[in-house]
């Protein structure tokens, strides 16, 4: 008993981090983008502009 009550916690455990995973995952991602990107723009208007 004690054992399938582990294996089920284990499971469930993983359950909610894979849930976790996936929805947090794209909004980090979005907001990476978001301030990533526009450094990007920024740094390559700078070297065209001054290199």
């Not at 399938?4 to 455990?13: E, P």
């Not at 909610?16 to 208007?45: M, S």
Request: proline share 6%; hydrophobic share 35%.
């Amino acid at each position: 008993m004690p054992d399938g009550s582990r294996v089920i916690l284990n499971a469930n455990s993983r359950l909610r981090y894979q849930k976790h995973g996936i929805n947090e995952n794209p909004g980090r991602f979005t907001w990476k983008e978001k301030l990533f990107l526009p450094c990007k723009n920024i740094l390559r208007i700078f070297t065209r502009n001054f290199w």
